[in-house]
Each structure stands twice: as C-alpha cells, then as structure tokens.
C-alpha cells in the first residue's frame, strides 16, 4: 500500500502553481515544496558523492526533510496543499514546528548523543516524544491508521508489557529508556529501515522521478502496443508487458495503475473485456512492479541489508520469479481471451516497432547504465546517482524528453512526493521493529514458529503466508517484510532455509497486501478508471494473481530459482516453473487448446502441482498429466469435426 488517499497526493503541482503566478498564503507553501524537495535532493546527491556526515546527522537531517514534507503535502482537513487554509494549518504548524526544532535540538546535543557514555536527559524525552508523535501522525495521513495503530499498540506493549499474557508477556521498559533508545541512539527512528532509506531507496526514488518526467512511461506503453497488441487480446497482453516495463522504474503497483492504466484499460474495454476483468489485469499486472527488478518495493533494500548482500545479488535473485509472475499472468491473459474470443489491436492504433524504437529507445539508456553501474560494483547509492546523471544528459537528445528547469523542478517535487509516503511507512516500522528488540517479542514468536509446525517446512511457511495476509489487512509491504523479517526470517533459516529464500519468501508475501481484499489500494485504483465495483475487482484480481502466492513456494523449495546454484541446475529449474504455473493458468482459467472440462481443469491442476515441487518422479507425474489433458482436448476436438458429405453420384 502507498497512500490512503489518492486525491490528497495527487494535488496540484506547485511548480505549476508558482508559474500561474497566483497569490494567496499557498503561493508561500508552494515555494516552501519546491525549495525543499530541490534541497531534498542536493543533500543526497551531495551526502552520496562526497561522504555521508556522521550517521545520527544524517538520518535525522533526511528524517526532518520527509516530516515537513509529509506536513506540506498531506495536510489536516484539506484535500490536497492548496485548498484554502483554516484552523487545522495551525496544527499542520505545529507538528511543521516539532520536526523542525527537533532536528536542531538533535544537531546541538549530537555531541552527548554519539558519546559512548551518552545518559538521557528530561528533554531528550520531552523532544524524542514529541518526535514519535510526529512520526505516528505522519504515517497516519501518508499511509493510514493501520500502520500507526500497529505501531502504537507495540510502544504501548513495549512500555507496559507485564501487562499482557501469553507471549505478549514480559518485563516493561520504562517510556524514559525507550525514548533514549528510539531517539538518542542509531535505533527506532533512526534504525536500519530509516538509514536504507536515507542512503539508498531515495536515490532510486529521485531516480525514478526523473526518468518518468522524461515521458519513458508513455514510451513503455507505445513499446508494448507495438510488441503484443496484435495477439490474440492484444490489449491485455499489452497491459503485461508496459506494467512489467514500467515496473524496472517504479516500486509502486498504485503509482504503476494510475500511469500505466489510464491508456490500458479503457483498450481492453474497447474490444470487449469486461470492466472488472480489465481493471483486475492491470492491478495485477501492476503488482508486479514491486517484484520487478531493478527497482523494487522498498522492503527489497531493506533485504539487502537483513541478509548481508549487495542489492545487486538480491535483484539478481528476483529476477527468474518476477519472470515467472508474469509469464503466468500473461498467460491466463491470452487463455481468458481465448475463451471470450476477443480481438487484436485495430492495425490503425498500432504503433509501429522500429519507429517507436528509433525515436524513443535512447530513454532506456539510464536504465541499461544503472544496472551496468550496479553489476560493475558500485555501490547502490553511488550507481543510483550515476543514472540520474545519466537521465539528466540523455533527455536532451530529444527537445520533448529534455528536462529543462521547469521539468527538472517537477521531477525534483515528484519524487519528494514519492519519498515522504514510503519515508514515513519506513520510520513507523522502524518504530515498530524497535519495540521488537526491546520486547523481545521476535524471539519468542520465532520459537512459536517452529514449535507449532513441529519442525515441517511446508506448515511453517502456510504459518507464515497467514501472517503476512493478517498484517497486510493494515500494513504496507515495507512494515510487513519489516516485521516478519524479526520474528519469522530466523525460524525459517533455522529449518534449513536459505537466508536469501527466506527473506525473499517473506518480501513475496509482503506484496500480497497489495492484493488481498479488503485493503488492496492497486485493485481499487484501477477499478476507479475502469468503473467497476471495487471489490468484484479485488476477487478478480486474487484470482488472475494467484501466482504471487504460489512463486514463493517454488523458490523456497527450489533455491535455484533465486539463481543459487550451476547454471544447468537453474535451467532446469525455471524450465520445471514456467511448465508448472502454464499448467496452473490452464487449469484455473479453465482453457487449454479449448475449453476445458472439470476432469482436464483437474489434471491441469494436479500437473502444475507436481511440476512445481522439486522430485524428478512428481516431474515425469507432472508431464504425463499434462500429455493427458492435452489428448483429452485432440480426441474430443475430433470428434466435435464434422467429415463433409460424399458427392453424390446422380
């Protein structure tokens, strides 16, 4: 999940405003965003070229941008920045004024703070209060009352834990200790999620922002129409493959529906989808962008660091299940568009592939220098600004890509934008998984984990699919990964698991609260464009996305997958995949050659099941299933022929 409200974040940009030359107090407040996302950006770019100052500094200078800004564009009583202001801008002031003067307090006491013997004063936890607070009311109008809920129930467990019962039991900190530890220390507000997010996720945000203002979006999607629009259903198809495109540039499955389905959808309706079937492709194909390297969902650099690696391997790893997503929604696409017989792309609309290629292919570039950059060995952060860099200097090759100052000032505003959301997620998890420390609840549930499923593998992860669908009821995918990754990562590995399996199992199941009823904002985001009820798409879309949940399965059982082992070894295994979820898309759409009756949707099934678990005797159970299924639909075709009449003889 992204934001709760779609219009609150889609206000006007104020670069446009400031250009109208309008008057007004919000003249004021558009200024103030614009210099502030500018400077938002110049501190990283600077703090990744030249060095980060010490790590307190700069966590705490990132954090107070995102608060002020979250307070800017997210304010009380108001639908976006700009409407008129009343009586609640006084509280936005407040909470603008808290953010403020607790990142000078921070700067002025740094001294006592990075001190060995560094002990709490009164202040420090009158000011580390006041700061929670803000946080927690930031999160809250970013992202929602889940997440801040959820925090606060842990602050509260955390504080008064011999209070509860059963595992939620133990001994309490005192508000005082727990202040120093989240406020004065590298922990709580300024722990591992927060620094990732300082040093790494927003340069990939910044990157993003600049590479769509360069129109890449609508290139993606003219690409795609050119590519698949004249298969059968060639629109949906063409939803696939732009969303898996867009999906290399933004971490958002929303962020993708609101580019991506605007052109997509109202194409599918035209030839004959129905509304919902089309808002649940695009929300599914859109989903996807979260799993889809290079830039993924914010938990995937969080990974990075859970598991010890560079972000590099981790986006390696994604890369043959991201595939597999998609190969099987695709799949289910064309199987769906069978069965309804539903047409291609007119010729007339289709734009034409080497002409899209010649005069828009140069905005690929970033995205080929950053992965280059990346598999060379620079750092995550250090490759990140070399591509916006790169972004920078390729968009004036053509005069309408060009990022001129107007552009550049709305790509800097888009991707402040961007930040604060997941800037605000990633602090309120920080929060939480703070209180997981202190608690010591993660050790406890870990225990928990391996206890109930007495040692089995398979019901550990059904244990593990379950809690992830109840925290994404109210969690984003961030604070879900987050809050697994502490009390469910350890008990995995310690079955046998391996580390990069686990977590990516976890982060898997993370994206399934961007799909799963009732909370799933990219369902709902596409059902707005398409006008169709928003929870009949929610169950079309966890149908046509079933996959999400079955990938993570395949992977932990064959870590080949994930690109650990012999290339040989990875082949086959992916070839072993793709053959599986084929067989499972027949199978649950309900079409193979033809339409499929009950028995062959059940060795459909039954051949997809086997063909994903990793035994060479459940393969060959697999494959003659399949051989089965197939005969089944020939001989009945045969018989459905009709031989013509003999001519007759008189």
């Given at each position: 999940?992204t934001?709760?409200?779609?219009?609150?974040?889609?206000?006007?940009?104020?670069?446009d405003?400031?250009?109208?030359?309008?008057?007004?107090?919000?003249?004021?407040?558009a200024?103030a965003?614009?210099?502030l996302?500018?400077?938002?950006?110049?501190?990283h770019?600077?703090?990744t070229?030249?060095?980060q100052?010490?790590?307190h500094?700069?966590r705490?200078?990132?954090?107070?941008?995102?608060?002020?800004?979250?307070f800017?564009?997210?304010p009380?009583g108001?639908?976006?920045?700009?409407?008129?202001l009343?009586?609640?801008?006084?509280?936005?002031?407040?909470?603008?004024?808290?953010?403020?003067?607790?990142?000078?307090y921070?700067?002025?006491?740094?001294?006592?703070?990075v001190?060995?013997?560094?002990?709490v004063?009164?202040?420090?936890?009158m000011?580390?209060?006041?700061?929670?607070?803000?946080?927690?009311?930031?999160?809250?109008?970013?992202?929602?009352?889940?997440?801040?809920?959820?925090?606060?129930?842990?602050?509260?467990?955390?504080w008064?834990?011999?209070?509860?019962?059963?595992l939620?039991?133990?001994?309490?900190?005192?508000?005082?200790?727990m202040?120093?530890?989240?406020?004065?220390?590298?922990?709580?507000?300024?722990?591992?999620?927060?620094?990732?997010?300082?040093?790494?996720?927003i340069?990939?945000?910044?990157?993003a922002?600049?590479?769509?203002?360069?129109?890449?979006?609508?290139?993606?999607?003219?690409?795609?129409?050119?590519?698949?629009?004249r298969?059968?259903?060639?629109?949906?198809?063409?939803?696939?493959?732009?969303?898996?495109?867009?999906?290399?540039?933004?971490?958002?499955?929303?962020?993708?529906v609101?580019?991506?389905?605007v052109?997509?959808?109202?194409?599918?309706?035209?030839?004959?989808?129905t509304?919902?079937?089309?808002?649940?492709?695009?929300?599914?194909?859109s989903?996807?962008?979260?799993i889809m390297?290079?830039?993924m969902?914010?938990?995937?650099?969080?990974?990075?660091?859970?598991?010890?690696?560079?972000?590099?391997q981790?986006?390696?790893?994604?890369?043959?299940?991201?595939?597999?997503?998609?190969?099987?929604?695709f799949?289910?696409?064309?199987?769906?568009?069978?069965?309804?017989?539903?047409?291609?792309?007119?010729?007339?609309?289709m734009?034409d592939?080497r002409?899209?290629?010649?005069?828009?292919?140069?905005?690929?570039?970033?995205?080929?220098?950053?992965?280059?950059y990346?598999?060379?060995?620079?750092?995550e952060?250090?490759?990140?600004?070399?591509?916006?860099?790169?972004?920078?200097?390729?968009?004036?090759?053509?005069?309408?890509?060009?990022?001129?100052?107007?552009?550049?000032l709305k790509?800097?505003?888009?991707?402040?934008?961007?930040?604060?959301?997941?800037?605000?997620?990633?602090?309120?998890?920080?929060?939480?998984?703070?209180?997981?420390?202190?608690?010591?609840i993660?050790?406890?549930?870990?225990?928990?984990?391996?206890?109930?499923?007495?040692?089995q593998?398979?019901?550990?992860?059904?244990?593990?699919?379950?809690?992830?669908i109840?925290l994404?009821?109210?969690?984003p995918t961030?604070?879900v990964?987050?809050?697994l990754?502490?009390?469910?990562?350890?008990g995995?590995v310690?079955m046998?698991?391996?580390k990069?399996?686990a977590h990516?199992?976890?982060f898997?199941?993370?994206?399934t609260?961007?799909?799963t009823?009732?909370?799933?904002?990219?369902?709902f985001?596409?059902?707005?464009?398409?006008?169709?009820?928003?929870?009949?798409?929610?169950?079309q879309?966890m149908?046509?996305?079933?996959?999400?949940?079955?990938?993570?399965?395949?992977?932990?059982?064959?870590?080949e997958?994930?690109?650990?082992?012999s290339?040989?070894?990875?082949?086959f295994?992916?070839?072993?995949?793709?053959?599986?979820?084929f067989?499972l898309?027949?199978?649950?759409?309900g079409?193979?050659?033809r339409?499929?009756?009950?028995?062959?949707?059940?060795?459909?099934?039954?051949?997809?099941?086997?063909?994903?678990v990793p035994?060479?005797?459940?393969?060959?159970?697999?494959?003659?299933?399949?051989?089965?299924?197939?005969s089944?639909?020939?001989?009945?075709?045969?018989?459905?022929?009709?031989?013509a009449?003999?001519?007759?003889?008189?």
């Amino acid at each position: 999940m992204t934001v709760t409200d779609p219009e609150i974040a889609s206000g006007p940009s104020a670069v446009d405003w400031l250009l109208d030359r309008r008057r007004g107090p919000q003249t004021l407040l558009a200024a103030a965003i614009v210099v502030l996302s500018m400077a938002l950006s110049v501190f990283h770019f600077y703090s990744t070229y030249y060095g980060q100052s010490e790590v307190h500094t700069h966590r705490s200078t990132h954090l107070a941008f995102m608060l002020i800004l979250a307070f800017l564009f997210f304010p009380l009583g108001r639908t976006h920045w700009s409407a008129p202001l009343g009586w609640p801008f006084l509280v936005d002031a407040g909470f603008l004024a808290i953010a403020l003067g607790a990142q000078v307090y921070t700067l002025v006491s740094l001294d006592r703070f990075v001190d060995p013997g560094y002990s709490v004063t009164t202040t420090d936890v009158m000011v580390g209060t006041l700061l929670i607070v803000a946080v927690l009311e930031a999160a809250r109008r970013t992202v929602g009352w889940g997440l801040t809920l959820t925090a606060m129930f842990f602050l509260l467990q955390t504080w008064q834990a011999d209070k509860f019962v059963w595992l939620l039991y133990g001994p309490p900190n005192s508000w005082t200790s727990m202040v120093e530890s989240f406020f004065g220390k590298e922990e709580g507000l300024y722990g591992i999620p927060v620094g990732i997010m300082s040093s790494v996720l927003i340069l990939f945000i910044i990157f993003a922002a600049f590479l769509t203002m360069t129109g890449i979006g609508d290139f993606f999607v003219r690409l795609a129409t050119a590519l698949a629009g004249r298969m059968t259903g060639g629109p949906a198809k063409v939803s696939v493959f732009s969303s898996a495109m867009l999906g290399t540039v933004s971490g958002s499955g929303v962020a993708n529906v609101m580019m991506d389905g605007v052109f997509t959808i109202p194409m599918m309706k035209r030839i004959g989808y129905t509304a919902t079937f089309a808002a649940a492709v695009e929300a599914v194909a859109s989903i996807g962008g979260q799993i889809m390297p290079p830039i993924m969902a914010a938990a995937a650099f969080i990974m990075s660091d859970f598991v010890g690696v560079p972000f590099r391997q981790v986006a390696l790893a994604a890369t043959i299940p991201a595939v597999l997503y998609f190969f099987c929604v695709f799949v289910t696409v064309h199987f769906e568009a069978r069965r309804l017989g539903l047409r291609k792309v007119p010729r007339e609309e289709m734009p034409d592939l080497r002409e899209t290629l010649r005069s828009d292919g140069y905005l690929l570039l970033p995205l080929v220098a950053l992965i280059w950059y990346l598999y060379q060995g620079f750092s995550e952060e250090m490759a990140a600004l070399m591509a916006v860099g790169t972004t920078f200097l390729v968009s004036f090759v053509r005069r309408r890509s060009a990022l001129g100052p107007v552009r550049l000032l709305k790509a800097f505003e888009s991707g402040a934008r961007a930040g604060v959301t997941v800037a605000m997620a990633v602090a309120a998890a920080g929060l939480i998984i703070g209180c997981l420390f202190l608690s010591g609840i993660g050790m406890k549930f870990s225990y928990m984990l391996m206890t109930l499923s007495g040692g089995q593998l398979w019901l550990a992860l059904i244990y593990t699919t379950f809690a992830a669908i109840l925290l994404g009821l109210s969690l984003p995918t961030t604070a879900v990964y987050l809050t697994l990754a502490i009390i469910v990562a350890p008990g995995l590995v310690q079955m046998g698991v391996p580390k990069m399996a686990a977590h990516m199992f976890i982060f898997y199941m993370g994206v399934t609260s961007d799909l799963t009823p009732p909370t799933c904002l990219s369902p709902f985001a596409a059902a707005a464009i398409a006008g169709s009820p928003p929870m009949a798409t929610a169950w079309q879309a966890m149908r046509l996305g079933a996959v999400l949940f079955i990938v993570p399965f395949m992977f932990v059982y064959s870590p080949e997958l994930l690109m650990l082992g012999s290339w040989p070894e990875i082949l086959f295994a992916f070839a072993r995949a793709a053959l599986g979820v084929f067989c499972l898309a027949a199978g649950l759409q309900g079409w193979l050659r033809r339409r499929a009756t009950a028995l062959e949707r059940a060795l459909l099934v039954t051949a997809g099941i086997l063909l994903v678990v990793p035994n060479l005797m459940a393969d060959a159970g697999g494959l003659l299933l399949l051989a089965l299924a197939w005969s089944l639909q020939s001989v009945r075709r045969a018989s459905e022929i009709v031989p013509a009449p003999a001519p007759s003889l008189d």
